[in-house]
Structure formats: C-alpha cells, structure tokens
C-alpha cells in the first residue's frame, strides 16, 4: 500500500529532520528561502497504518515517515515547472517497494501540481576510496578517472536502488559541467569520519603536509576567527578573486547574506562563517554549514597574498575541531573532481581535500523523471544552449 503524501509545514518540516542524524543541508525548509526564483514547498510522506515514523500529523492523521524540499521553477512563458528535490528527498531509500510506495505518491503530486519533469539526488551511496587510494589513483600513470579505478568499499544495496529507479522509468543525469562537477549537486565528494574518534585521532589522519601546514600557520600568528553577516563583504573580496584564479563565475553577494539570514534564522548553528587573520589582513574564509550530525565545508575563498602562512589549513582545522565539538559525525568537503589528469587545474583541488585523510565518496547522482517528454526535451536543449 503506497503512502499518503501532502504538503507539510515548514514546523512539520523541520521537526521531522531534527530526528535524522543526516539529511542533507538542502533539504532543510530554510533552503527554500536560499532560490528565490524557485518556489520552495515541504512535502511529507505519511503512514495512515501508524508504523514506524517520526510523529503523526497531516490533515488525514497518520505517521509521518518522510519528508522533501522540491523546488519548483517555472518553464518560461508557460504554466508548467521543473520540480527539483537537491540532495532528496529524505526516505527509506533501501525500502523494497521504493516505487511503488514512495515515489510514485511523489510523481502523482507533482504531477498535479504542474511538474513536467522531476529531478531529484537519492542520497544513497554507492562506492568509497581511502584517502590512500585516491592518492595511489592520482600518482597511476594509467588512471584516468576516480570511478575506474578500484574503490576501497561498495555499500551495499546501491545497486539495486539504481535498479529500481531504472525499471520505474527514471533516467540517471549524465554527469555534465567540467571534469565530473555535475550542473546540478556533485556525485564525487570528500568526507572525513568523525564518529568515534578524537580531535587527536583527526589530527593524527592528516598527511604531513597537513600538519606542518597548520603547524606553519600558528608559529606565524594566524588567527582564525568566527565571523557574521557584517562580515561577508570582506569574504566575498576573497571569493571574486579565487573565482578569478580558479576560473568559475562567482555567486553575488547578496546570495551569501540572503543564504547567512534564511539559514540562522532556523538554527544559529546552521551556518558559520570563519575567516583567517594575520597582521591585520585577511587571507583566506570559509562557510560552514551543519544539519544533524553533518557538517559540510560550504564555500571558500582565499588571497594569493602570504600564502606562505598556510591560511587555507589553518582556517580548514579550525573548522574541523569545532563541528568535532558541535558533535559531527562526519565532516564533508563537498564535491571533488573525478578526474585524475595531471594537467587539471582540479586536481590540486582533490589534492589538498585528501590531505586530511578521509575518503572519496560516490553517490548515486541525479535523476531525471520526464512527465511530459515534449517539455523535458525541450528544457534539455535550452540548458544545452546556456
């Protein structure tokens, strides 16, 4: 029997993700307030049979069981909308009767509510590399990519959700944009377990130049400090000029104070903001974002003066040490390149990402469900173009 599905409060909402050990910081009511140009709605998948949920609720009683954040864009010049879930929804996604139950009750809504095509990142992952595996994989002279080399750990099931997804008629996005970072969320991120270990134990997985790296930073006095909204100018000097260098368009400003406003006012923890100092300069800033036990290293910027002082790993430990503190589980780096080219600019990217000794994860990716096949074809080749 399928679940019963509705719009939900954003109280509701957010009541159901404080129960979670993770979900996904997309996948919060607040996140909604980030993209204005999309209309945000909380959806709930309830049990009418009681069983198993986080608590009742909804106009027709039952157990709430599951909850998502879509995101619905209108297609110009037309009534109809690309509903988006980033990172969701947050379900059993290993449930034996995923389609049937879960995602069909989705597709029908959506359906009714304008949707022509659905696109959505099942959080479930798929394969793992030791940090020592990413660095064997980086110095094989034959490895070209991260996912053709041999992976440390499968999780079990992936497999078959893939499967399921495949049968119901969805279709895995190909991985577009530069070297394996998707247009949409990334499928190849860095994380480092925190479960169960000390700060001690954390600092101890660095790679030498870690440490010597943070080691450098305090003998030459960098301090790094917890800023807030008036601080986001100055972190935003640093981010246009790492967008320059790292050649990538950068984010307005207003996206960082309307992002620093919406995302407090649910949780003063939610996001942070730090920024390393040294003789009255700033060097380098980070956002750092945190729902449940996960805590993700957002957006960072940095100058090309004084990097002598290591400000990018100062900044990264102190991070480290205080989601250690806020009681993490694990500490993501966000997305990674998959691409194990020498001559990539990227690289040196998943370089530094390894160095503090977690692993590189693989998720499932994106997933596209095209309602009207006309439409979805149609945004397809306007995308193509942009």
């Not at 679940?3 to 957010?14: D, K, P, S, V, Y």
């Not at 619905?72 to 379900?91: D, F, H, N, Q, T």
């Not at 495949?166 to 994380?191: C, H, I, K, L, N």
């Not at 729902?291 to 004084?306: E, P």
Request: proline share 6%; net charge neutral; aromatic share 10%.
């Amino acid at each position: 029997m399928s679940l019963r599905l509705q719009a939900i409060t954003r109280e509701e909402h957010l009541a159901f993700v404080r129960t979670r050990p993770s979900a996904s910081h997309m996948q919060v009511p607040s996140w909604g307030d980030v993209k204005p140009d999309w209309r945000a709605e909380s959806l709930g998948w309830f049990d009418d049979n009681g069983g198993g949920g986080a608590g009742a609720g909804g106009d027709g009683g039952g157990t709430l069981v599951g909850v998502g954040l879509v995101l619905l864009r209108p297609l110009p010049k037309v009534k109809r909308y690309l509903a988006y879930l980033p990172e969701g929804p947050v379900i059993d996604w290993h449930a034996a009767d995923l389609a049937e139950r879960w995602l069909a009750p989705m597709l029908t809504y959506l359906k009714s509510r304008g949707a022509f095509s659905v696109k959505m990142g099942p959080p479930v992952v798929v394969r793992r590399w030791s940090a020592d595996a990413v660095k064997a994989a980086i110095a094989d002279p034959v490895a070209r990519k991260l996912g053709d080399v041999e992976a440390t750990a499968h999780e079990p099931g992936a497999v078959e959700v893939a499967d399921r997804l495949s049968r119901m008629g969805w279709q895995r996005t190909e991985p577009g944009g530069e070297d394996g970072f998707a247009a949409g969320q990334p499928r190849y991120v860095f994380q480092v377990p925190f479960a169960g270990r000390s700060p001690q134990e954390i600092h101890r997985g660095l790679n030498q130049q870690w440490r010597r790296n943070i080691k450098k930073a305090e003998k030459a006095g960098v301090q790094v400090v917890r800023g807030g909204y008036d601080d986001l100018p100055a972190f935003y000097e640093l981010y246009v000029e790492t967008a320059e260098r790292d050649r990538f368009i950068p984010r307005p400003l207003p996206y960082f104070q309307r992002m620093w406003t919406a995302l407090t006012a649910e949780d003063p923890d939610r996001m942070r903001l730090y920024l390393a100092h040294h003789e009255g300069d700033v060097l380098a800033a980070a956002t750092m974002l945190t729902v449940g036990t996960h805590v993700w290293y957002s957006y960072g910027a940095s100058t090309s003066r004084k990097r002598e002082v290591q400000p990018n790993n100062a900044v990264q430990w102190r991070m480290m040490t205080d989601a250690h503190e806020l009681g993490a589980a694990v500490y993501d780096f966000r997305g990674i390149t998959d691409t194990l080219d020498e001559s990539n600019h990227l690289l040196g990217l998943l370089r530094f990402k390894a160095g503090a000794g977690g692993e590189a994860v693989e998720y499932l990716g994106e997933w596209d469900f095209p309602i009207n096949r006309l439409l979805h074809k149609a945004l397809d080749l306007y995308m193509a173009r942009r």
